[in-house]
């Protein structure tokens, strides 16, 4: 089973990613990812009793929006890791819409970008393949101070207690 | 000049490590090129031509005399004895070596320097005004608001791959000496009715391919509400900017094609959800960052006094009163003047200067202007705060440094990218160009005779040379492998910038001297009284220029 870091921990990653072209019934008893708009245009005929869905770079987080904390899990697809729009959608996701589920980045991420991830609100980190997860695990302690608020501390440095 | 606290000392001093632990895992390959690309440009990091280039961050061009003698010491231990001065006032280094990055890094925190963001498509360094908190006609000094900025987009977690690069300039005088015209953000500071500060706030400015002069979309931005509001503009243009094509990346396209009005309404709109945020500037912060740029302890001098004696020399010297003239501007201070230090003698890559002149400027600096040095986007360094009374043995001893040359605004003043000596980018070579302009025009009288002039060089057209804003605006292009140089005229910098006109068909490198003669005769036998080379350009426009010099070429 493939790994994947959720928090500060190596774990097995459990969950499917279902294509953007999918079409069909998904399975029932398999812990899914559906794409963002396969759900929006089945929602009201499906029978899962858990699933997560994953939102691509080009799409809109707002067509998601309120109904977020539907999920246990929202994946945000990095088609490359130097497309950024991500960091704002998971940062819109947990800031303006509340979503308190696992935050995940899936696709290109890179070990290197772990430490702004976590910032966004990410928590749960698919990296490429090819990492090592456990040296990895040392980036998202990259910095121990920053100068901007973010999803986790809404206060920049100047509103912190120094 | 600001000084970092504990927090951003460690924070300087955690890049270099996270930068050290990069360049080692790319060079045992865990890291591929196309990972590691960003990640060294993120921090300044070019493969060239014929080695690594580093740029150094210059955070609004500041600079003080320990760290002038730090960069000397580095320039002289890890590359070839000279550093450049590039148009966005940092520093570059055009020989390092890849393993020795680190160090050098690490060498830079100890006086409070970096490379950050200096390349990448992130938010660049923060210039402005060269003569911030000391211009005459200044409404406020820009300085603090550029260091508050600074730190806002220091390792901003979201905007680390932006689209494309993003630059911010800030200009606090009526009088534009940052370019806000021609950056993605250009911030004017304005007071409104009240008397209180706020932000003129243009977008959509930029050279480079498509070059565009920026929009406003707001005439006031109470200061409180900077970051949020720069952080929806930047919100905005990192999930619309185009991703697909480089070329259309930067966020002048995107507001071309929603139209300054549409692209104000979307950021209102961002902003709408965010104004208010703990990101909102407190009194106690402006007022923190402000006690770094208070004024130096000035003397109460005699101006009149000071002016008779400088009178006095500069009838008897007649060198040093065409210095005076050209090298030196006025300063709200009486009794005192800013002095440029020209970095365009003839014969050196315009901007270079060596590790000995390095500590020369840092020891005149220390003698003569409160230990403080700026760099300036025309590739030159200012001494900001000296004495009237000093001015004529600083002149002497910066004579003897070789960077006493009396051209500043003149043509041999010029603007110049690297080129195609260093840059992989480049078309074609501008240093030997420049070179041999400044080698035909060296007669000082017929400089100043053409007056104020602003020739800029760029050797492609990503325009690091600023062509489209100079006078005289000069393109390097490659045609089947040859280099040729297109010449525009009529560009202009400042509150009034100005797009140049493309002349006609372009030239060999040798034939660029005439050619520039040719356009300075027509300029000569054209103008009336003591009228300005861009406004006898502007007035007669550019056929009486295309005949003269193409007229060999149409028989």
Sequence with gaps: ?162 | MYQYTENDQKIIEERVAQFRGQTSRYLAGELTDEEFLPLRLQNGLYIQRLAPMLRIAVPYGLLNSTRLRKLANIVRTYDKGYCHITTRQNIQLNWPQLEEVPEILAQLAEVQMHAVQTSGNCIRNITSDQFAGVAADEIEDPRPWCEILRQWSTFHPEFAFLPRKFKIAVSGTEGDRAAILVHDIGLQIVRNDAGETGFQVLVGGGLGRTPVIGSVIREFLPWQHLLTYLEAIVRVYNRYGNRANKYKARIKILVRAWTPEVFAEKVEAEWAHIKGSPETLTEEEVKRVKAYFTEPAYEALDDASAEASLRNQAQEHKAFSRWLERNTHPHRIPGYRIVTLSLKPTGVAPGDVTDSQLEAIADLADQYSFSEIRATHNQNLVLADVKKSDLFALWQKAKVAGFATPNIGTLTDLICCPGGDFCSLANAKSIPVAEAIQRRFDDLDYLYDLGDLTLNISGCMNACGHHHVGNIGVLGVDKKGEEFYQIQLGGRAGTDAELANVLGPSFGREEMPDVIEKILNVYLENRRGDELFIDTCRRIGLDPFKESVYAKNHH
């Design chain 1, 1 to 162: 089973m493939p790994k994947i870091i959720i928090k500060d921990k190596i774990v097995d990653d459990k969950w499917e990613v279902l294509p953007k072209a999918f079409l069909g019934e998904p399975p029932v008893n398999k812990l899914l990812l559906l794409p963002m708009k396969y759900w929006l245009e089945h929602s009201e005929n499906l029978r899962l009793p858990v699933l997560g869905i994953w939102i691509d770079s080009d799409e809109e987080v707002e067509d998601i929006g309120e109904k977020a904390n539907m999920f246990p899990v929202i994946a945000i697809n990095f088609p490359s890791f130097t497309d950024g729009r991500g960091f704002t959608a998971g940062r819109l996701l947990r800031e303006r819409y509340g979503y308190n589920g696992q935050l995940r980045a899936i696709g290109h991420v890179i070990r290197d970008q772990l430490f702004n991830l976590k910032r966004c609100g990410f928590d749960a980190f698919q990296l490429r393949d090819g990492t090592d997860l456990e040296e990895a695990l040392k980036s998202l302690n990259d910095f121990s101070v920053t100068y901007q608020g973010d999803a986790n501390e809404p206060n920049p440095l100047f509103r912190r207690d120094q």
